[in-house]
């Protein structure tokens, strides 16, 4: 065999192979599993003397086409100052891409023990409950202060562990009570991220 068909015969074992990879990764990629959190549900807890906690509750989804084991989530809820805020009589208006939100760590505070089992694709959403409830604080009824919510779940699909990283903050829309607000997504690196 001369050393052109050598290098012929070592150039298409070589395309045989990367092409066997690519078809197996988007096999994968095709029929893996992939969870997400929907809007976060929210309780207000009336204490008393116009004071209120905040309970919060998110359900996980898989919408993607196969199961995915040892999920795992974790969010926080936090609080932030909107910058940029205009005010014109009782309308609020913020521009989401002028705010600054923490980094979203939620993925790194997931405990390693935390395990809900498996989650089906195509199945009812999961509820999740937010932890303990937070006071609402006075600023949060004006809008000079926000209420977002940092998650991140965490799961196997096809043996390997994927992570679905959001935040989400509640939009004032004065005069409406609080109770109709709605949500938008936070903008900026890593806020939200799936692998």
């Not at 809007?39 to 989804?61: D, E, H, R």
């Not at 779940?153 to 903050?169: L, N, P, S, V």
Request: aromatic share 14%; charged share 15%.
């Amino acid at each position: 065999m001369n050393v052109i068909t050598a290098a012929g015969v070592l150039v298409a074992v070589g395309s045989v192979i990367v092409s066997a990879y690519y078809t197996r990764q988007t096999i994968i990629e095709a029929n893996r599993a992939w969870l997400y959190f929907t809007q976060p549900q929210m309780t207000f807890n009336f204490l008393g003397q116009n004071k209120y906690s905040i309970s919060q509750t998110l359900s996980i989804s898989n919408i993607g086409n196969g199961p995915a084991s040892e999920v795992a989530s974790y969010f926080e809820p936090f609080w932030f100052t909107p910058q940029g805020l205009k005010v014109d009589g009782f309308r609020f208006s913020i521009d989401a891409s002028r705010q600054i939100f923490p980094p979203n760590t939620t993925c790194e505070n997931i405990p390693e023990d935390v395990n809900r089992g498996m989650q089906w694709p195509k199945s009812p959403p999961t509820p999740t409950n937010g932890g303990d409830p937070i006071p609402a604080i006075p600023e949060f009824f004006t809008g000079m202060k926000i209420y977002a919510v940092h998650g991140c779940i965490r799961y196997k699909t096809f043996g390997k562990i994927h992570h679905t990283r959001f935040c989400e903050f509640l939009t004032p829309e004065l005069p409406k009570s609080f109770r109709f607000w709605r949500w938008a997504i936070c903008a900026g690196a890593a806020q939200n991220k799936a692998d």
